[in-house]
């Protein structure tokens, strides 16, 4: 609140000067030689690009627009290698020295997190992305940072963690998908590596409760050593850390699976499949390639993996797609995938390089159950005299005479149905006759409160109509089982007050019915 404009004129026609990549290399350089290794943030408010020094993405020039996804696609993006080699030197440096780097970029256009993201990702420090710095979104979402622990007044931020892995000699770490870097250590490591590889060792400049990493294994050959049906594979996960108040801490997982051989035993590998987890790690390992690899197939990718998941552990008469069926714990997989497909953490239509890589680098960060708000988002339906209810997320869900309440992790959205937000704009809801009305007005708006208490950063709340320009948010986001190109679905008409959504997608049906009909043909 303290902070004003500055005064320092601009002319006509050109962007102020900032030297943000400048101020970086000082601020870790000050705490490299005051505070190495003693656990530290440096944070960055970013109020517009880095447009002169080291690390500028733009000029001065407002007739030059910032870099967009085509523009990197065809290698038009001039300062977009330089700026990221530069910011990356400084994240390893920021690393090595325990420094979390905080960037917090609030504009109306792009501030150069592209480039800058190797600052966060590398150091597990907090990215946030808004509109202003005047929003109370903000200043929430800042508040949260400096969040203490119940009943205690040490903050949940600790510093300097590291998480080590030990396996028995079948099992080889392929690596690691997170906010960390390698502490190269030396240990049973596959050749085919995941993200951070070569190590079974990673360090973290800081860590909260919410922070995880996707660590992924690979069994070794089995031709020299066979595993016995009375061996367990066992793993143990060592994780070090400074607490707020000067503490050491240390904290051991140990965990452990029966091997068993899949073609003799798919039960037991069908038992213990966890489709939420599963999906959350595929995610994590799509958008690395979509991220770092710059992997233009990644979606095929993805598909073919999908397909021989389902040509593996279906249950099916070979070329008949009508007797395909995967069993429960599998059954809402291919579902997960299908959003992840159309969600911004692979889609980039309508999303700049910095929206982009925000989206992406909480996906890489957050535990299983925002990960999966993210991929799929949940939604729920309000209705006179009825309790909430979940619903599908499909467009057959949107109705006249209901409240929506959904949660995507970034948005919280309550949509009006056009005969709810008729009744409310006349005030019937103010009647004493009507208070199952203003009842069923209140409820989500309390259960979204709810929501965004525990949420960080604090999602934008949205609260909209049918038909406005608000509720794209949730058209967006929806199965579109009725477009304008369908007469019903899922036996429904346009003439029971279903909402078509006007977009070229297939729907999850159609998806569906292809994945069966692949799944059930030649193995690939």
């Given at each position: ?8 004129p ?36 970013q ?11 733009v ?17 038009k ?28 970029a ?46 205690s ?7 300097n ?42 360090n ?30 066992v ?8 607490s ?24 037991f590998?069908?038992g ?163 208070e ?70 297939v ?12 799944s059930?043909?030649?193995q690939?």
């Amino acid at each position: 609140d303290q902070f004003v404009p500055d005064p320092w004129p601009i002319p006509e026609g050109k962007r102020p000067l900032r030297c943000s990549g400048a101020a970086f290399s000082v601020g870790i350089s000050l705490l490299e030689a005051a505070y190495s290794g003693m656990g530290c943030r440096l944070m960055m408010f970013q109020a517009g690009p880095c447009s002169v020094g080291p690390g500028n993405v733009v000029n001065d020039e407002l007739r030059e627009p910032i870099r967009s996804h085509d523009d990197l696609w065809k290698d038009k993006a001039k300062y977009t290698r330089k700026a990221t080699k530069f910011y990356e030197n400084l994240s390893k440096r920021a690393a090595s020295a325990g420094v979390a780097v905080d960037v917090f970029a609030c504009f109306q256009d792009q501030t150069g997190l592209f480039e800058m993201k190797s600052l966060s990702n590398s150091t597990a420090g907090h990215l946030v992305m808004g509109d202003s710095f005047n929003t109370s979104l903000f200043r929430q979402t800042y508040q949260k940072v400096f969040g203490t622990k119940e009943g205690s007044p040490l903050l949940k931020m600790s510093f300097n963690a590291s998480v080590e892995v030990k396996s028995v000699r079948e099992l080889k770490v392929m690596g690691a998908i997170g906010p960390c870097v390698s502490a190269n250590k030396k240990g049973p490591v596959s050749d085919n590596e995941i993200g951070i590889g070569g190590t079974t060792c990673w360090n973290l400049c800081t860590i909260d409760p919410s922070t995880t990493l996707g660590i992924f294994f690979e069994v070794a050959s089995q031709q020299a050593n066979q595993p016995t049906a009375n061996r367990m594979g066992v793993v143990q996960f060592i994780t070090r850390y400074t607490s707020a108040d000067g503490m050491s801490h240390i904290r051991v997982t140990t965990t452990g699976r029966n091997f068993v051989d899949p073609k003799e035993h798919p039960e037991f590998i069908k038992g213990g499949f966890d489709q939420e987890a599963s999906a959350v790690l595929m995610a994590r390992v799509a958008v690395h390639k979509a991220e770092v690899d710059e992997n233009p197939d990644v979606l095929k990718w993805l598909d073919k993996m999908l397909i021989r998941l389902c040509q593996k552990y279906g249950n099916y008469v070979a070329s008949d797609p009508a007797s395909f069926v995967l069993a429960d714990n599998f059954s809402l997989y291919p579902q997960f995938m299908f959003h992840l497909r159309r969600s911004p953490f692979l889609q980039v239509f309508n999303n700049s390089p910095d929206e982009s890589t925000y989206y992406r680098n909480k996906l890489l960060r957050e535990h299983t159950q925002n990960s999966i708000i993210m991929i799929q988002p949940i939604l729920y339906s309000y209705s006179l005299g009825n309790p909430p209810r979940p619903v599908l997320l499909d467009a057959t869900s949107i109705e006249k005479d209901k409240i929506l309440l959904m949660d995507t992790f970034f948005h919280v959205v309550i949509y009006h149905g056009d005969t709810i937000g008729t009744w409310r704009d006349k005030g019937y809801q103010n009647q004493p006759e009507y208070e199952s009305l203003k009842n069923m007005l209140e409820a989500p708006s309390a259960d979204a409160k709810e929501i965004m208490v525990g949420r960080f950063p604090m999602p934008r709340y949205i609260v909209c109509d049918e038909g406005g320009s608000q509720a794209r948010f949730l058209l967006f986001k929806v199965n579109p089982s009725l477009t304008h190109n369908t007469t019903f679905g899922w036996g429904q008409t346009q003439s029971e007050g279903s909402t078509f959504i006007l977009t070229d997608d297939v729907s999850l049906q159609v998806f569906m019915e292809h994945l069966k009909k692949l799944s059930t043909a030649n193995q690939i």
